[in-house]
């Protein structure tokens, strides 16, 4: 999702290089699936995509951009590459590169706030669902764990609670905030939420798998570096083989939680095997 979408002025800084920075990161805008999800997940409750949801498709989008520009960061997962190009902090510096993630996490949930289509409490509930998917339980909890664990050798139990928080939990936050803005039952958010944490585990183990079987030109980020690190993952735990059968089984086992819904999720099906069976 780009600037172009939303309200320029949300995104606007009187320095230019930051500015610059900003949208460097914003015209490269990844796969987009976090957005899609939350997109998809709206249609499937209210059989069309509420303009709304769009504004809260970008906020998410951005969050996920702040991660990465974060994660890349010397002090972090020290990457190079993101997306085919060189990183922020390699284009410009490190203090940018923070004040980039700085911005556009407050930046989205300023989105959200004024979205005024969707009611005060939706609003809320949206911003209360996205802030618990990116803060201490959710992703940034999880990098703290998933850090920590450097150099050491876990369980496929402890993978699963790390991923659950550092790439899972925002995932989940994008089809509820959907599903919100659609107004969804109680018993559908709860089948969505259910189908949410096995396809995000499900994300996590292919990218396990594909870190190992693609190239950096493939991945459009440095491949084998978990190995580099020392990290412990689904396939270090489980084998290439063992890791491409447990995506497999939660790939399967998240689509039959979209049984409930019948054709309607239909596009959510086709997003989940994307998410599982993508090359990069």
């Not at 930046?107 to 201490?136: H, K, Q």
């Not at 109680?186 to 996590?204: H, M, P, S, V």
Request: hydrophobic letters at 45%.
């Amino acid at each position: 999702m780009s600037a172009d979408a939303v309200d320029a002025s949300v995104v606007a800084c009187a320095d230019p290089r930051l500015a610059e920075a900003v949208q460097y990161v914003l015209a490269n805008p990844g796969k987009q699936l976090r957005s899609r999800l939350t997109l998809e997940s709206c249609e499937l409750i209210a059989g069309k995509v509420i303009p709304a949801a769009r504004t809260i498709a970008t906020a998410i989008e951005w969050l996920h951009a702040y991660s990465l520009v974060h994660d890349d960061l010397p002090a972090m997962d020290n990457d190079e590459m993101r997306r085919g190009k060189p990183t922020v902090h390699v284009v410009y510096d490190e203090a940018t590169a923070i004040l980039v993630g700085d911005g556009l996490q407050a930046a989205a949930f300023r989105l959200i706030a004024n979205e005024v289509r969707l009611s005060a409490e939706a609003r809320i509930d949206i911003v209360a669902l996205i802030s618990a998917g990116v803060g201490f339980g959710g992703m940034v909890g999880g990098q703290a764990l998933d850090m920590a664990a450097e150099h050491a050798t876990l369980s496929v139990a402890s993978l699963q609670q790390i991923h659950a928080q550092k790439t899972g939990a925002l995932i989940k936050a994008a089809i509820l905030a959907g599903a919100r803005c659609a107004e969804a039952t109680e018993e559908a958010n709860q089948t969505l939420a259910k189908f949410a944490d096995l396809i995000g585990l499900g994300f996590q183990v292919a990218d396990d798998v594909l870190d190992v079987t693609q190239t950096t030109a493939a991945l459009g980020k440095t491949a084998g570096k978990d190995q580099v690190a020392e990290k412990s993952t689904y396939v270090s735990c489980l084998g290439l083989e063992g890791a491409t059968q447990e995506a497999e089984r939660l790939l399967q086992e998240a689509l039959t939680c979209l049984d409930y819904f019948g054709e309607a999720a239909a596009a959510l099906r086709s997003t989940a095997n994307t998410m599982v069976k993508r090359q990069y």
